[in-house]
């Protein structure tokens, strides 16, 4: 069964408020397994938002419109749908007098517009009210149905929850085997969109394929994410949420085995809280040292719940006295592969760190000490590490003793896109990223 969404408004058309309504019920269809192929917005105009309406119906089984219910001149929802099923409007005497009981009970007076929110096209159901005053509706098309609900969210969520869904769901059944539809986000850092298209397009063809088969599906789309990567959302249709879940741990399974380290974690994992986890399953604390990005690396860290228990602290030496003072860097340029791998060995020392993690570089938009904008070097000193061969960005590495402890230090030199913001945000989370990889790669996760 396909159902549109249409969300009535010119203000959602203006950009004066954001259409959640949509997005909300595109989650709950998906996960009741309805497919949800389109969602339109319109203005409040009576021939286009009947065009709309005609629109959804041609192509969809079923269309849910939110919004245009209020008592005032431009909530004109009910006059297409009434245009729409080619019928007149009825006042229904109980919705007048449940609504002017409503206003009673807070102490006022009905307004005589509020009237027109006790108006149904001939042949339609209404979906009582127990939130606000207008009702919604459901409206008989044939073999579909048009689903009229209010904009207001809270009075759309609990309308649809308590009367449409269910509707859907019997709806559904009667047309076929009920299916869950479940989605994945895959997280993934250091490739580019179309390169991880790229390596991933023999899945994309597998899935093109076998579409439909054995009553199961799985679809798969990139989402450019800025600081947050390039995001791989697989979705998966199945008979049950066990089979449409198995379906996703396989897909996960071979996207990892495609595209390796890139993959940095799923659906609410982040960069930062990965690190973390890492950190604690490896008993180690960490030290920072900021320079570009001025703390926020250390705000980021700090923002994952529990983050006392691994991390120890963040030097933010935005000055090179500051660097050589507190982190014991030599006097000399600071946007170097020397300074970061100092800062690295000094933020662990200062802040009584197992690992230190550095970032010292050009946020912009001028050039500093003769390297351009966006020129970053991340220093990493961690114990028992060392540099992993072929990765992009320059690596350079080597061994210092501290403590009778051997620790490997290296340095990623980094070619960062951007204004200065996006230079400071992707420094952030390449520095993670390369500590993340190192953590991995130190607990066995290859």
């Known amino acids: ?100 009981a409503m206003f009673e009970t807070r102490g006022r007076s009905m307004p005589e517009n509020n009237l027109r929110q006790a108006e149904v096209p001939l042949g ?70 179309s390169g991880l298209a790229e390596a991933l397009a023999p899945r994309v063809a597998a899935h093109e394929t076998e579409a439909g088969h054995a009553g199961s599906s799985v679809t798969m789309a990139f989402l450019a994410s800025g600081m947050e990567g390039i995001k791989v959302r697989v979705t998966a249709k199945a008979p049950t949420l066990q089979a449409a879940g198995d379906l996703l741990d396989a897909e ?22 990965v690190v973390g986890d890492l950190l604690v399953r490896m008993g180690l604390g960490l030290g920072v040292a900021e320079s570009l990005t001025g703390g926020l690396v250390a705000s980021r860290l700090v923002g994952v719940p529990g983050a006392s228990r691994w991390l120890r602290g963040s030097v933010v030496a935005y000055d090179a006295t500051v660097k050589q003072k ?29 690992v230190g993690l550095s970032l010292t570089g050009v946020a912009g938009p001028d050039p500093d000490e003769g390297q351009p904008p966006g020129t970053v070097f991340v ?21 210092v003793s501290s403590g009778g402890v ?20 992707y420094a952030a989370t390449s520095a993670l990223d390369l500590l993340r990889r190192r953590l991995q790669a130190r607990a066995g996760g290859g």
């Not at 869904?165 to 850092?189: K, N």
């Not at 996960?252 to 982040?270: I, K, M, N, P, Q």
């Not at 220093?379 to 061994?399: D, T």
């Open 124 to 193: 339609a159901t209404l979906i009582p009210q127990v939130l606000g005053t207008a009702p919604g509706l459901v409206c008989p098309l044939g073999n579909k149905v048009l689903y009229v609900l209010p904009g207001v969210p809270y009075e759309m969520t609990e309308m649809f929850t308590r009367a449409v869904l269910p509707d859907l769901v019997d709806r559904a059944a009667s047309q076929g085997s009920p299916a869950v539809i479940a989605s994945r986000v895959i997280r993934t850092w250091g490739m580019s969109e």
């Open 406 to 425: 051997d620790l490997g230090v290296e340095v990623l030199e980094l070619r960062l896109p951007g204004d200065r913001e996006r230079v400071r945000q």
């Open 379 to 399: 220093g990493l000193a961690m114990p028992g590490a060392s540099a992993v061969p072929g990765e992009a960005g320059g690596v350079s590495s080597g061994g």
């Open 1 to 100: 069964m396909r159902i549109e969404v249409v969300a009535v408004g010119t203000e959602l058309l203006l950009g004066q408020i954001v259409d959640t309504n949509s997005a909300w019920l595109g989650g709950q269809l998906a996960a009741a397994g309805i497919d949800s192929h389109f969602h339109q917005a319109v203005g409040d105009n009576l021939g286009r938002i009947v065009l709309a309406l005609r629109t959804a119906l041609a192509r969809s089984d079923g269309v849910i419109v939110c919004g245009g219910l209020g008592p005032t001149h431009d909530d004109i929802t009910r006059e297409a749908v009434a245009a729409v099923m080619n019928v007149e409007l009825v006042r229904d005497e109980s919705q007048v007098e449940r609504i002017r």
């Open 326 to 354: 507190l982190l014991a860097v030599p006097p000399g340029p600071v946007v170097t592969a020397e300074a970061a791998r100092a800062m690295a060995l000094g933020a662990r020392l200062a802040l009584g760190a197992d």
């Open 252 to 273: 996960e399974a071979e996207v990892r085995a495609l595209v390796g380290h890139a993959v940095f974690g799923v659906d609410e994992e982040t960069m930062e809280s």
